[in-house]
């Protein structure tokens, strides 16, 4: 069983280098846990960041399944620019505003979540020697 959208989803996500095209955080294929683990967010949160398939140009405004149109992006974005008045803005415009607000640590920032000092603010130096880097 093979969706239109895998071969063009799988290859987005690699030219994306595992970012999401809109938010620009990092995505999951496979497995949420090691996610959760890796970028010290709960598991509930970590559901947000699984890479889906994004039309540019919506099905139902006929824009196709081809390569060209088609852009890795998370859940989370995926679903909320379904949303409101969101809905009305093109992609690159939706992308922008969604950028923005990441990155005052609105909707699913990970610089609000995470517990990595790479996503999230500095923290002390946790003294448990965790099996992660
Ligand atoms: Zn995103």
């Not at 090691?34 to 970028?39: C, D, K, S, T, Y």
């Not at 949160?45 to 088609?70: K, Y």
């Not at 922008?96 to 603010?121: D, V």
């Given at each position: ?12 996500f ?29 598991k ?10 994004e039309?540019?140009?919506r099905?139902?405004?006929?824009g196709g399944h ?17 949303i ?21 640590g ?6 609000r ?7 999230g ?13």
């Amino acid at each position: 069983m093979t969706h239109p959208c895998q071969h063009a989803r799988e290859a987005a996500f690699n030219r994306q280098q595992g970012l999401c095209f809109c938010c620009q955080q990092p995505m999951w294929r496979s497995d949420p846990e090691v996610f959760a683990r890796q970028l010290g967010i709960t598991k509930r949160q970590a559901r947000l960041f699984q890479r889906t398939a994004e039309h540019i140009v919506r099905q139902r405004d006929h824009g196709g399944h081809s390569p060209s149109n088609i852009v890795a992006t998370c859940l989370a974005c995926n679903h909320a620019r379904e949303i409101g008045k969101k809905r009305s803005l093109t992609f690159e415009k939706y992308c922008a505003e969604m950028r923005n607000a990441i990155a005052r640590g609105k909707y699913h920032s990970l610089k609000r979540w995470s517990r990595c000092s790479e996503y999230g603010p500095p923290r002390r130096q946790q003294n448990r020697l965790g099996p992660d880097r």
